[in-house]
């Protein structure tokens, strides 16, 4: 339908056009004609002719009367004045005639053609009769009929050659246009498909000049289409782009790479695909992800290259995060555990090539937990991510700062020197640097904190050996600068393995030894001035097969390191129930000292297991005293305070252990159910010899007294000890002079001697 509106208004153009010249052209041709006619008197004519010009000039001022009334019109004129012509000048008028049939042709289609063909052949037979229109025919019999016969027939073999050319012109110049049509249909929606398109698409021709130097085929292109998602995400209108190069967008950023990439695989005309970094009308860079197709012509000539890009920022950004949450550090932006180990893989895997020693060293800053407790998480992950800035400040680009938990840091120097020596020197300067920096205070919030670091160094390569094996030896070298005073740093050596393993042996042995029941109790009295038994702390012993003992200050440690602590925690509260229980039969009750570790305190069924421990062996709450720490409140004080108060509520009295070497603010005495305080041994030991220690003492003794506290010394062993203490009213008095702790089942015997 749409074809056929098309066709129809072409004729109608043309139609109008052809009113036009023939008026016009009527007007200066008929005009002369009738007053040559007037001049000859062939009225007729001259009747004819200002009847035709007048008729057409009709059916041009009728421009609202229908198409093929108009057209009809016009083809009736032609005929009568063809026929008039026929009539009045004769035989060579007989042009006139293939008017009508080529115009309706043109006009109106094959039908009307063929209509008026018949009908102007028939006039020309029929008029062909009359004598005045008769041709005469040499070597042709003479008869009318036949000469009619003969005209008309050539004539119709013209008229029809012509009339049937332009209907067979228009009838396939109609197909063709129905084919233009739904071509441009389709084009005009592939058009508008691109430009609504939300990928960005350029469309370049390639130009016949030659590349760009150094460009590749890729210059060598000149843009002439870009639709609306290019000129959004880029900027640029599309009249700024048009004529350019598809490099135009790249920058100094750009991967100059895969750009040469993509231009290799121009050069053969061959798909490409890459993400790059474009930058914007302002400036700004945005990843792409690119595919250009070429396009070639039927002789195989490359004419054109389409490019799609969509926006991947987003992709990108999230590559990103994934990336720096696998392998970085979250707080300080610093390679954690996993980007670490895969470097020393790498510096392994390149030694044997590389001959040179590398270093790697293990920092653990002294004390962290105490500034992280007492003044908050905050301040603590300041320090943290200050001290990471301070590290990677002191490292080379080859080297690698890592952060790989807590307060731990590792530093991985690679290529330090071809001799072990060497390297050991050279790591040796460096671990001093990284002492020293973090040796200097932090400031943090308008205040300062001091740190220290203990630093534990390995060299590499070692045969045999991976990443985790240099992890660990350095891990244990670090732990030896702590065992030696902290602040320190310490080379590995193999006898710092052998340690560790022992370590391992005794916590294995620890486990297996309570598990079953091979720990047992010994029993050390405190006596009050007098002399008089006021009670006794219970102390862990582990006795072996030899009949020697593992030392408390040996296995005690390695409980809490291990998390066996709880387990045996809960071992010498029930233990210690016992004791007063044998104590309370043998008709000797005292109270009994039992050490609680914080982890075990902090457990959320402590305060249940204390009263099923009671409940157990039938033992008064007031026959025990828990022995704390000061660092006890450091952390979930409020919780740690509410237990206290729920068992001090059922009789249990609290005693602060080793009192005066915490880190924790004096202000707790006021807030915790307190019973007595305990001077460390390391207090009396030089009193009252020496005077710092002495006056530590007494002020313990002097605040004690004022908050209505009890206090007892530990590691009274000279009388010179004793007499001071008991002088400045000290309430209990523990240690060699008086007793060594013994085991529990002599306990009763001693005691019952003592007091005889």
């Not at 710092?692 to 007892?712: E, K």
Request: proline share 4%.
């Amino acid at each position: 339908m749409a074809i056929s509106s098309d066709l129809a208004h072409w004729r109608g153009l043309v139609f109008t056009r052809l009113l036009q010249v023939v008026l016009l052209l009527g007007i200066v041709t008929a005009i002369p004609s009738a007053l040559l006619a007037a001049s000859e008197a062939i009225w007729s004519i001259v009747v004819l002719d200002l009847l035709a010009i007048g008729w057409i000039g009709l059916i041009w001022h009728l421009r609202a009367m229908p198409y093929r009334w108009r057209v009809w019109q016009f083809l009736i004129v032609a005929y009568l004045v063809g026929v008039g012509l026929l009539l009045k000048i004769g035989p060579v008028s007989q042009i006139y005639m293939m008017l009508m049939p080529v115009l309706a042709a043109l006009l109106l289609g094959m039908r009307p053609a063929l209509s008026t063909l018949v009908l102007t052949t028939l006039t020309i037979f029929f008029l062909g009769l009359h004598p005045d229109v008769a041709l005469r025919l040499p070597g042709t019999p003479d008869s009318p009929v036949l000469r009619a016969l003969i005209v008309a027939l050539n004539f119709l073999f013209i008229a029809a050659v012509l009339t049937l050319s332009c209907a067979f012109l228009l009838r396939h110049l109609e197909d063709s246009s129905q084919a233009l049509s739904q071509l441009n249909a389709e084009l005009r929606l592939t058009a508008t498909a691109l430009a609504r398109l939300n990928d960005m698409v350029m469309i370049a021709e390639v130009l016949d000049g030659p590349p760009e130097p150094g460009a590749g085929t890729v210059s060598a292109t000149r843009i002439i289409f870009v639709n609306d998602a290019f000129e959004r995400s880029s900027g640029y209108a599309r009249a700024e782009v048009l004529g350019r190069s598809l490099l135009f967008q790249q920058g100094p950023a750009t991967d100059a790479d895969e750009l040469a990439r993509i231009a290799a695989a121009m050069a053969r005309a061959q798909p490409a695909r890459a993400e790059l970094l474009n930058y914007n009308k302002a400036g700004k860079a945005y990843w792409v992800e690119a595919e250009l197709v070429p396009f070639t012509d039927a002789e195989g000539r490359q004419t054109h290259w389409v490019a799609v890009e969509r926006e991947i920022d987003e992709r990108k950004k999230s590559e990103a995060d994934i990336h720096r949450l696998a392998f970085y550090d979250v707080l300080t932006g610093l390679p954690n555990r996993r980007l670490l180990m895969d470097r020393i893989g790498h510096l392994l895997a390149a030694a044997p090539r590389n001959q040179t020693i590398s270093a790697l060293m293990f920092i653990d800053l002294d004390h962290f937990k105490h500034i992280n407790d007492a003044r908050g998480h905050a301040t603590g992950d300041a320090l943290l991510r200050l001290a990471g800035e301070r590290l990677a400040q002191l490292m080379r680009k080859a080297d690698t700062v890592a952060r790989i938990g807590g307060d731990e840091f590792v530093v991985l120097l690679a290529h330090l020197a071809d001799d072990l020596d060497s390297a050991a020197r050279a790591a040796a300067q460096v671990a001093e640097k990284i002492r020293a920096a973090i040796a200097r205070d932090f400031e943090i919030g308008a205040q300062s904190y001091h740190c220290s670091a203990s630093i534990g160094v390995t060299l590499l390569p070692k045969a045999g050996q991976q990443a985790h094996d240099l992890l660990r030896e350095a891990d244990i070298a670090m732990y030896r600068a702590k065992a030696e005073g902290r602040n320190g740093i310490a080379f590995f050596e193999a006898a710092m393995q052998a340690g560790v393993e022992r370590r391992l042996t005794l916590e294995r042995a620890l486990a297996r030894a309570l598990d079953l029941g091979q720990l047992c109790m010994h029993v050390q009295p405190q006596v009050d001035r007098h002399g008089r038994v006021t009670g006794a702390e219970l102390l862990m012993r582990w006795p072996q097969a030899d009949g020697s003992h593992i030392a408390p200050d040996i296995f005690i440690p390695i409980a809490e390191e291990s998390g066996l602590i709880v387990k045996l925690g809960h071992w010498a509260l029930r233990e210690a129930c016992r004791a007063a229980r044998v104590l309370a039969q043998a008709g000797q009750p005292i109270p009994l000292s039992v050490n609680v570790s914080p982890a075990q305190f902090r457990q959320p069924d402590f305060a249940a297991r204390v009263q099923a421990a009671l409940a157990e062996h039938g033992t008064l709450a007031g026959a025990l005293i828990l022995e704390l720490t000061e660092g006890l409140l450091i952390d979930q004080r409020d919780a740690s305070l509410a237990r206290m108060r729920e068992l001090a509520d059922l009789g249990i009295r609290f005693s602060i252990d080793d009192f005066g070497t915490g880190y924790s603010s004096l202000s707790y005495l006021t807030s915790m159910p307190l019973y007595e305080l305990k001077i460390d041994k390391r207090f009396i030991d030089d009193t009252p010899r020496d005077a710092r220690d002495t006056a530590i003492v007494q002020a313990i003794l002097a605040m004690a007294r004022h908050l209505g506290l009890r206090v007892v010394a530990e590691g009274v062993e000279t009388r010179e000890q004793a007499d001071f203490l008991v002088a400045h009213d000290c309430d209990g008095l523990q240690g060699f002079l008086y007793a060594r702790p013994m085991p529990l089942d002599d306990f009763p015997g001693w005691l019952a001697r003592h007091q005889a």
